[in-house]
């Protein structure tokens, strides 16, 4: 699929608008596949594949955590970092309320509201990421300091543990 036919997504206008490098990785979307569908038909390590988690503390206020693709996201860490009683996922529908994307195709680029950004701290140890760019089967290749220069993350967090 040449860079030409892709559609552009907010997440892609965001990132040349910061004339950030990144390549556009296209890939066979799978309903409820996930990060593993991703690294799979990309080929690269399901740990580079950072997924877009929205979440919601007991006061519905909304915000988004990067988490590696084989990890899970402790809530309950979560919760104490940012000094909150609780943390949940948002469902599908307040997400794509929050961010104007669907479930599976959700990019920290380009939300529709803007929402305080929180990042697994061992994301930004790494050479290059994968993240979704704002369209199910479409991910972004990009480094982790142009993540932050783009997105301005709150603060790295460690709320990270295995699937």
Do not use: W
Not at 49 to 54: A, E, G, Y
């Amino acid at each position: 699929m040449s860079k030409d036919k892709l559609a552009v997504t907010q997440g892609v206008r965001v990132l040349r608008s910061a004339e950030i490098d990144f390549v556009e990785r296209p890939y066979k979307y799978e309903d409820r596949g996930g990060t593993e569908v991703a690294a799979r038909e990309l080929g690269v390590d399901e740990h580079l594949v950072i997924k877009t988690l929205v979440m919601e503390d007991e006061g519905k206020n909304a915000f988004i955590v990067l988490m590696h693709g084989d990890r899970e996201v402790s809530t309950k860490a979560l919760a104490r970092v940012l000094g909150a009683k609780t943390v949940t996922p948002c469902d599908a529908a307040a997400a794509q309320k929050y961010t104007g994307y669907m479930v599976g195709g959700i990019s920290p680029f380009g939300t529709r509201k803007p929402l305080p950004v929180y990042v697994e701290q061992t994301i930004l140890e790494l050479p290059r990421i994968f993240i979704n760019a704002g369209k199910r089967g479409l991910l972004a290749e990009l480094s982790p300091g142009d993540l932050c220069k783009v997105l301005k993350p709150l603060s790295p967090v460690r709320v990270s543990r295995d699937n």
